[in-house]
């Protein structure tokens, strides 16, 4: 073994010992125990957990309604309904009446023609009640009004604008027929509660809708009759003999389908007259109504073609209930009143640029009023020549009556014949926007047919700067309908620097419903400096303190604060009376 090999055992066994005295002195080491933190003790009731409320998405409704040709929907209806009159002072004297119906009803979208929507219904009565049962004989004669369909109008909010029927259906089936669609009505407006005008089979009227608890639930509530299809006059009363109103109460509670069309309806409306210091008996009237959807399947479309291939008799919900059937559409030979000569010599003689002689002005303006109204469907004549005759005479009593004469025909044909009121319209429109008419006149027209096609119009004269224009504008939205025109003339009764344009909107808004612009009433109240303004806004609130609570508080705050003495003794006497 050589020198060298020797010593690289030797190193070789030194390093070996060196390993395994290093392990042997890590195994006597003691080793560090872990650290432990002090257990605690578990809570006895856990904190709950954070919830987030989930959102419910509403059904869409009002114009975002999906509707759809052809797709037949099928209800089944209960209307039941009870009157009671009591005479002053006689328990004797009270008498009950009850009517109603049940049935199957089966509803169809037939499409859309100047602005509003055309719904078929196909009526199955299953038993009817009218002061006492119908025999089977007389069951099966009622059945037989029902064998034609009945036609629906409706705005895009959904509020009814007229029922057709044919001219052979009697007065009980249609009035039947107009209390079921009256106790059905849906109309929308954007958000989770908003306020309406509509129409039943007593009158006009301010609803209230709010969102239920549930998607695509509503409640609608009936606050009170802003006129009525049959004014009543009372002897008596706490503000002296006058015309009074009914009293509504009750409510509806809706449900909707995704697409927005109603899917069911229960609810109890409950109407009351007279009574009290009145002079008059006591008549409640309470309807209940119940529908209940079956089921939709696609059946052959009805169209628009098979609307206008027949003849149809157009009523609004609260025509009087008479036992004549209502005159049958008048064709363009038929017999007009003496008005449509009137206005056909007036509009020759216009086009030939000559004066109109006295004896045809005074006749106009004597006859034209009261008899354009008389024709459910004038001809295709009448019409031209009375929208001719807008604009083209400058004497005064015979402008006003033709404008009125104008806006009864479109507002007559709007319920019959709406493409043929919107041509009427939009061919005045296109005359106003040309300049062709006086912008006062035009507005004064707008006023007579209170047709919303005339919205954008009214909007821009908003901002002319005469106020004799301004306020014409004020008062032809006035006569519209929808949540936009409800923002104008806010904006109006704000911000106009005139005080008679804020005045006129003022009296505009009284003759409206009055819920959706009372923030801007109780600001006005405190900002307007003219105390006639104010004084409109005051006799405003006090119509309706029996359904507006922020109403007395606000009477109560002109009393107490309002600049103006006579104002301040006017909200005491409106109070005092409540």
Aim: glycine share 8%.
């Amino acid at each position: 073994m050589t020198p060298r090999l020797k010593g690289l055992l030797t190193l070789l066994a030194l390093l070996a010992v060196v390993g395994l005295w290093s392990l042997e002195s890590a195994r006597d080491v003691p080793r560090a125990k872990p650290s432990l933190a002090p257990l605690q003790p578990a809570p006895r009731f856990p904190p709950p957990p954070v919830l987030t409320p989930p959102v419910i998405p509403f059904g869409v409704k009002g114009v975002r309604r999906v509707l759809k040709a052809g797709l037949t929907h099928r209800y089944r209806f209960d209307l039941d309904t009870r009157t009671a009159e009591q005479l002053p002072g006689a328990e004797a004297g009270r008498t009950w009446r009850h009517s109603g119906w049940s049935g199957e009803v089966a509803v169809a979208y037939a499409g859309m023609e100047g602005g509003q929507h055309f719904f078929v219904a196909r009526v199955r009565p299953t038993w009817v009640e009218d002061a006492e049962p119908l025999v089977e004989e007389a069951l099966r004669d009622f059945r037989a009004s029902f064998e034609r369909p009945v036609y629906v109008t409706q705005d895009e909010r959904g509020r009814v604008v007229a029922v057709h029927f044919d001219p052979s259906v009697g007065a009980r089936a249609r009035s039947f027929m107009r209390r079921l669609v009256a106790a059905t009505q849906f109309v929308a407006e954007e958000g989770r509660a908003w306020t309406t005008e509509e129409e039943d089979t007593t009158g006009d009227f301010e609803a209230e809708y709010r969102a239920g608890g549930s998607a695509h639930t509503y409640v609608k509530t009936k606050r009170r009759y802003l006129r009525t299809a049959v004014p009543v006059w009372a002897p008596s009363g706490p503000h002296g003999p006058g015309l009074v109103v009914p009293r509504p109460r009750g409510h509806w509670d809706f449900t909707l389908d995704a697409d927005g069309l109603v899917r069911e309806v229960t609810g109890s409306d409950v109407v009351e007259s007279g009574g009290g210091a009145t002079g008059l008996p006591l008549v409640r009237m309470e309807t209940r109504v119940a529908m209940t959807h079956l089921g939709s399947e696609q059946r052959a479309e009805s169209t628009l073609k098979d609307f206008h291939a027949a003849r149809w008799s157009a009523e609004v919900l609260s025509a009087p209930e008479t036992s004549r059937p209502v005159p049958p559409v008048m064709t363009a030979g038929g017999v007009e009143p003496p008005s449509s000569k009137l206005i056909q010599m007036l509009a020759r003689a216009l086009a030939k640029r000559e004066p109109p002689s006295p004896e045809l002005t005074h006749a106009l303006a004597r006859d034209l009023t009261s008899t354009a109204g008389r024709v459910e469907r004038p001809s295709l004549e009448l019409a031209r020549a009375l929208a001719q005759a807008v604009g083209m005479t400058t004497e005064p009593a015979l402008k006003d009556a033709v404008g009125r004469a104008f806006g009864t025909v479109a507002r007559g044909l709007e319920r019959t014949e709406p493409a043929r009121a919107a041509e009427l319209v939009d061919g005045l429109l296109r005359r106003c926007e040309a300049s062709r008419l006086d912008a006062r006149e035009c507005l004064h027209v707008l006023a007579q047919t209170g047709s919303s096609r005339g919205e954008g119009y009214a909007r821009k004269s908003l901002a002319n700067t005469s106020p004799e224009v301004r306020a014409a504008a004020t008062r032809a939205l006035g006569a519209m309908k929808g949540a936009s025109v409800e923002a104008l003339l806010d904006e109006v009764l704000l911000t106009d620097k005139d005080a008679a344009v804020r005045e006129q909107a003022a009296v505009v808004l009284s003759q409206r419903v009055l819920g959706p612009h009372l923030r801007t009433v109780a600001q006005c109240l405190r900002t307007e400096p003219e105390p006639r303004v104010r004084a409109e806004l005051v006799r405003m609130l006090g119509q309706v303190l029996t359904v507006e609570p922020l109403a007395p508080e606000l009477l109560r705050d002109v009393a107490a604060r309002d600049d103006s003495e006579d104002l301040r003794r006017l909200a005491s006497s409106l109070l005092a009376k409540q």
